[in-house]
């Protein structure tokens, strides 16, 4: 059963975008904090960026400060994460995660605190 559908993942050149999407199947997303983690082939998951419920707080993975944005637009239902000055480094499946909470500014960068998870798409940077 597929709970959060992500898109927008491909190949791309060293210093390239790319933008990924995140939107849940068949529930409103207001309620709901939203992380994107990622899996590089040979390692574990880890916490990309993670948005409140609101929008108005965010975390960051250090590695990405300052190239990646993510953002909220409840209005459309969609969770984006903007990835610019991509390096060969970021290559990985990336996978949308969220919770629902009753916390409108709260971030929690763990991944035991997310129960609905998408399938993945596949980030692809090439040097």
């Known amino acids: 059963q597929v709970q959060l559908v992500e898109s927008g993942g491909g190949l791309v050149q060293a210093g390239g975008s790319l933008r990924l999407s995140c939107a849940p199947a068949?529930?409103?997303?207001?309620?709901?904090?939203v992380a994107w983690f990622r899996r590089a082939p040979g390692k574990g998951r880890e916490v990309v960026a993670a948005?409140?419920?609101?929008?108005?707080?965010?975390y960051y993975l250090d590695f990405v400060k300052g190239r990646f944005t993510i953002s909220r637009d409840n209005a459309k239902n969609t969770v984006y994460l903007q990835m610019n000055s991509l390096k060969p480094e970021d290559t990985a499946v990336y996978y949308c995660?969220?919770?629902?909470?009753?916390?409108?500014?709260?971030?929690?960068?763990?991944?035991?605190?997310?129960?609905?998870w998408g399938q993945g798409t596949q980030v692809t940077v090439s040097s």
């Open positions: 995660a969220a919770y629902q909470t009753v916390r409108p500014g709260w971030v929690d960068p763990t991944e035991g605190a997310y129960d609905l």
């Open positions: 068949g529930r409103t997303f207001n309620t709901y904090a």
């Open positions: 948005v409140s419920r609101s929008g108005g707080n965010t």
